[in-house]
């Protein structure tokens, strides 16, 4: 098999455009102290450029508004809006917001796509993804935020954490258990959940990279709904559906993050790399210490390992589907959590207290990378996942494959008539 990542010439010079224009309009809002209302301003004539240049929501097809570009090409892209926290909203395609069109787009109803999709696709409505809680670990049958049909209206119950922009969106989509007696794959739906319903209630969470919950793009929230009502045809999807459409919402999702990754990294390597050729210690320069040097080396292979892992699982699902790539899609995530880690890591080493301090963006790249790790499923979970899917493949053997004696055994019956050719030549 073969794997093919070039583009042509015309996406190329999209992708060179959009990492000068990242670097030359995007980088300069990280230093200024915009709160969320302040940023969406800034950013409306930047969300234009983008559009005039073809890559908005670049993640959608044409016929609802993106470009088509299929993963490989989205997967480049994103490496370059990884760079910096701002890029994808400019870009139109931050999360959750990403998912959730994709999800109306596979399971909503016309009425549905032109209430909630449409305005969000145009950036007009902002939307959270309501679905995790509080103890359930990576186990989503242990959910029991549960609704129940009421006439012509749902009626929801139950509590959700670490929801994503849930206090500034316009609608959440939320799973509930709506099919309390069926198997464990089938009990939940999802429901769209206009913000503007009575007896929704959320905490904003501070986290290790926004303590006071101030970050201009992201807050992560507490949710309650207590009696929440809503009408009965803002049900997405069919019922007991919402665990396979998690799953379509999530899989591919995984690969836009691996790719930012990268582009973190590739940033933080950027600034290790100058650290070590910029600063004399000990009679001579940093970039003359061995240790240094393997950081560097080891970096750029860890980079590269994680880049070329991330494209080929693109490839995968563009030729097959993301149903085929769940083995690849699983593994780039545990294995681009831990290169995150580890390059920033090292490039706040070198800096030194520099490096620890908030005079460089170091340190607040390397909180938000410990979240890496749990997101989107903890690693664990995914090492489990690739690990038994590649044990299945495997059958058990009373005699190593690759037994010596036996192997030898066989090789001289294979060539017994050969062998005695040549011993009788003798």
């Not at 230093?31 to 950013?43: P, Q």
């Not at 979970?381 to 058990?396: E, F, I, M, S, Y």
Request: with cysteine.
């Amino acid at each position: 098999m073969t794997w093919d990542f070039s583009t042509e010439p015309e996406f190329a010079a999209k992708l060179d455009w959009a990492r000068e224009f990242v670097r030359a309009e995007i980088y300069p809002l990280e230093v200024l102290d915009l709160d969320h209302a302040g940023f969406r301003r800034i950013a409306k004539p930047l969300q234009q450029a983008v559009k005039d240049h073809s890559l908005w929501a670049a993640h959608l097809g044409p016929e609802l508004g993106g470009q088509g570009y299929g993963q490989v090409k989205l997967g480049l892209l994103h490496e370059i809006l990884g760079t910096t926290e701002f890029a994808s909203y400019v870009f139109g395609c931050q999360a959750p917001d990403s998912g959730n069109a994709e999800l109306l787009a596979i399971a909503g109803t016309d009425e549905q796509k032109a209430r909630w999709m449409r305005p969000l696709l145009d950036g007009e409505l902002l939307s959270a993804f309501s679905m995790t809680e509080q103890g359930t670990g990576s186990d989503p049958r242990q959910f029991t935020t549960a609704a129940r049909l009421e006439g012509d209206e749902w009626v929801l119950d139950g509590a959700k954490w670490f929801v994503g922009n849930a206090s500034r969106a316009d609608f959440h989509i939320v799973m509930a258990v709506t099919e309390p007696d069926a198997d464990p794959h089938h009990r939940m739906s999802m429901l769209i959940v206009p913000t503007s319903a009575r007896g929704i209630t959320t905490r904003e969470i501070g986290l290790m990279n926004d303590p006071d919950h101030k970050n201009a793009i992201w807050s992560h929230c507490e949710v309650g709904y207590e009696g929440v009502r809503v009408p009965k045809e803002n049900l997405l999807g069919e019922r007991g559906e919402a665990f396979a459409l998690a799953q379509k919402r999530l899989g591919p999702g995984r690969i836009h993050h691996c790719m930012r990754w990268v582009g973190v990294c590739r940033r933080a390597f950027d600034m290790l790399c100058e650290r070590a050729v910029s600063i004399d210690v000990h009679g001579g320069p940093l970039a003359d210490k061995q240790t240094v040097q393997n950081w560097v080396a080891d970096s750029a292979a860890q980079i590269e390992s994680a880049r070329l892992l991330t494209l080929q699982t693109a490839w995968k699902i563009d030729q097959v589907g993301a149903q085929a790539a769940r083995t690849e899609i699983a593994m780039i995530k545990y294995h681009g959590a831990t290169v995150l880690h580890d390059v920033i890591d090292r490039a706040i080493q070198v800096h030194g207290s520099l490096g620890f301090s908030t005079d460089m963006p170091l340190e607040q790249m390397y909180r938000w990378a410990r979240a890496a790790r749990i997101y989107d499923g903890p690693d664990e979970v995914h090492r489990v996942t690739v690990a038994r899917r590649l044990l299945k493949q495997c059958q058990p053997a009373k005699v190593p494959t690759e037994h010596i004696p036996t192997r030898r055994a066989a090789a001289l019956e294979k060539f017994r008539d050969r062998l005695e050719e040549f011993s009788a030549a003798q």
